[in-house]
């Protein structure tokens, strides 16, 4: 039996910016192009994988943002062992300012 089509109604009240498209997939039970074909057709708002995420390996975008206030990047990466590249461009992604300093690696 075919599945009821969803109307452009329907899809704005569940691509509302606050879910990524594989949340949606699954919750509709259609495929993840689905979702961006949606998307793109009625110019719904997804919410990015990576932008998702509320911490960065284990620590909290909130104690990133409050350590990138004082310290420099590559301080705050030694402080909780992560790989400074990876942690300027989690920073990058999410618009997180922090002090401008020459690269000490």
Known sequence: MRRLQRTKEDWEKIIDGTKT?????????VNRQ???????KYSLPLLKDHL???EYHGVSAELLKKDLET???NDVAKKYGLQRFYLQE????????????SEED
């Open 21 to 29: 498209a594989e949340q949606i997939a699954k919750e509709c039970q």
């Open 34 to 40: 689905t979702v961006y074909y949606v998307s793109k």
């Open 52 to 54: 998702s995420y509320l």
């Open 71 to 73: 310290m420099t990047l």
């Open 90 to 101: 989690w920073c990058h992604c999410r618009g997180i300012e922090y002090p401008d300093v």
